[in-house]
């Protein structure tokens, strides 16, 4: 028999996704795989049922229904300053999924170097195997997860093509300061390199942090390819619904991986969604706010756990340290926290190049009540085990 391509061996499928699995069989509250158990607004779901009556039911334009992507470039200028052309600047994907991968293939041949820092989410290294380009890792030290500036500038010295950059960032949540991001920018220019942006989380962002857009920085805008999605920003991670948006020679290629990959995001779903995009100021606001007091409630219970966990400034995640726990590896802690507690997350390890297993990633997308037995479950079981 022939063998299958060996590029598949070199990494595994998403332990997040399997996670997920797990959760599932067991039952257990899933506090892996970062999605909402709340609704979307009811406005979207409304637009969604008119939509789905609508003539909307064939291929859209393979970029993007141009009202989705004339929507998607008005609410991406309100927020950024950008004067992104829906025409030209833009591509809408199957998820971010799909706009990092694109990115990957737009911005690198086989062979070349993408640097991807420690810990990363774990499509970064994945998207750059499959695209033939090579990870090469920066750590993010904890507990603050700041980079060496020296390592990173040999990073780049060594010949890298691109950098990705989640920000705010799975799994550390971490927010890069403006000062961090120029150093970045500084490096990308010196060395000539792509910036692969992976926004997602950008409207949820805890106070005093701030996030920043890359691409508007000095010179960036050339250079950088950001991915983003509508998945946390409106809760609808299924609606698999993202985009890339990058100067006209790069959306040009970008669009060609695309259409290949793809054909296109469902029509319908676009349709509706331009309903989200027009949402006012006072929506974002509040989804911070609901953000700010899920991660309160949810980090008050971690708390009296007695364990010690990673405070983040963006993004929904926390890294909880289980090595007063006495496991051997954190796949074996938190396949015993799934069956024991009830409660799943997602061992660090598959976030980190370095042999790490000192924390299960815990995310707190969830409603009040599901936060507050998630807790109960963790003071509980995890006092019991200490
Ligand atoms: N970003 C989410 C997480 O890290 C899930 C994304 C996904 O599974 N596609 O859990």
């Given at each position: 028999?022939?063998?299958?391509?060996?590029?598949?061996?070199?990494?595994?499928e998403?332990?997040?996704?399997?996670m997920t699995r797990?959760?599932?069989?067991?039952?257990?509250?899933?506090?892996?795989?970062?999605?909402?158990?709340?609704?979307?607004p009811?406005?979207l779901?409304?637009?969604?049922?008119?939509?789905i009556?609508?003539?909307?039911h064939?291929?859209?334009?393979t970029w993007?229904?141009?009202?989705?992507?004339?929507?998607l470039?008005?609410?991406?200028?309100?927020?950024?300053?950008?004067?992104v052309?829906?025409?030209?600047h833009?591509?809408?994907?199957c998820?971010?999924?799909e706009a990092m991968?694109v990115?990957?293939?737009?911005?690198?041949d086989?062979?070349?170097k993408v640097?991807v820092?420690?810990?990363?989410?774990?499509n970064?290294?994945?998207?750059?195997i499959?695209?033939?380009a090579?990870?090469?890792h920066?750590?993010?030290?904890?507990?603050?997860?700041?980079?060496?500036?020296?390592?990173?500038?040999?990073?780049f010295?060594?010949?890298?093509?691109?950098?990705?950059?989640?920000?705010p960032?799975?799994?550390s949540?971490?927010v890069f300061?403006r000062?961090?991001?120029?150093?970045?920018?500084?490096?990308?220019?010196?060395?000539d390199?792509f910036?692969?942006m992976d926004?997602v989380?950008?409207h949820i962002?805890?106070?005093p942090h701030r996030?920043?857009?890359?691409?508007t920085?000095?010179?960036?805008?050339?250079?950088?390819?950001?991915?983003?999605s509508?998945s946390?920003?409106?809760s609808?991670?299924g609606?698999?619904?993202?985009?890339?948006?990058?100067?006209?020679?790069l959306?040009?290629?970008?669009r060609?991986v695309?259409?290949?990959l793809?054909?296109?995001?469902a029509?319908p779903?676009q349709e509706?969604?331009?309903t989200?995009?027009?949402?006012a100021?006072?929506?974002?606001a509040?989804?911070q706010q609901a953000?700010d007091?899920?991660?309160?409630?949810?980090l008050?219970?971690?708390?009296?756990?007695g364990?010690?966990?990673?405070?983040?400034q963006?993004?929904?995640?926390?890294?909880?340290?289980?090595?007063?726990?006495?496991f051997?590896?954190d796949?074996?802690a938190?396949?015993w926290?799934t069956?024991?507690v009830?409660?799943?997350g997602?061992?660090g390890?598959?976030?980190?190049?370095?042999?790490?297993?000192?924390?299960?990633?815990?995310?707190?997308a969830?409603?009040?009540?599901?936060l507050?037995?998630?807790g109960?479950?963790l003071?509980?079981?995890?006092r019991?085990?200490a």
């Amino acid at each position: 028999m022939p063998q299958p391509a060996r590029r598949l061996e070199v990494f595994t499928e998403s332990v997040i996704r399997e996670m997920t699995r797990l959760s599932n069989r067991h039952g257990s509250i899933n506090l892996a795989q970062g999605f909402p158990d709340f609704d979307p607004p009811a406005e979207l779901v409304d637009a969604l049922a008119t939509a789905i009556r609508g003539p909307f039911h064939q291929y859209a334009v393979t970029w993007g229904a141009p009202r989705f992507r004339q929507a998607l470039a008005r609410k991406h200028q309100r927020f950024t300053g950008l004067d992104v052309d829906p025409d030209r600047h833009l591509v809408v994907t199957c998820g971010s999924t799909e706009a990092m991968m694109v990115s990957m293939m737009t911005a690198c041949d086989p062979g070349d170097k993408v640097i991807v820092f420690s810990p990363f989410y774990e499509n970064y290294a994945a998207d750059a195997i499959l695209s033939g380009a090579v990870p090469v890792h920066v750590p993010l030290h904890a507990p603050g997860f700041t980079f060496d500036r020296d390592e990173l500038r040999r990073a780049f010295a060594a010949g890298a093509k691109a950098i990705v950059i989640c920000n705010p960032s799975n799994p550390s949540g971490k927010v890069f300061t403006r000062d961090e991001l120029l150093f970045i920018a500084g490096l990308a220019e010196e060395f000539d390199a792509f910036v692969l942006m992976d926004e997602v989380y950008e409207h949820i962002v805890y106070a005093p942090h701030r996030h920043t857009c890359f691409a508007t920085l000095p010179g960036m805008w050339e250079r950088t390819l950001s991915c983003g999605s509508l998945s946390k920003t409106y809760s609808i991670t299924g609606w698999r619904l993202g985009h890339v948006i990058a100067p006209e020679n790069l959306i040009s290629r970008a669009r060609k991986v695309h259409d290949f990959l793809t054909v296109g995001a469902a029509a319908p779903l676009q349709e509706a969604a331009v309903t989200a995009l027009e949402f006012a100021d006072a929506y974002y606001a509040e989804l911070q706010q609901a953000y700010d007091r899920k991660k309160l409630q949810f980090l008050g219970c971690l708390k009296q756990t007695g364990l010690k966990f990673t405070e983040p400034q963006g993004a929904y995640y926390t890294l909880l340290d289980i090595s007063p726990l006495g496991f051997s590896t954190d796949t074996e802690a938190a396949g015993w926290m799934t069956r024991e507690v009830g409660v799943t997350g997602v061992p660090g390890s598959s976030f980190f190049r370095e042999p790490e297993h000192r924390y299960i990633r815990l995310h707190f997308a969830k409603k009040e009540e599901t936060l507050r037995a998630a807790g109960e479950k963790l003071v509980e079981g995890l006092r019991r085990r200490a």
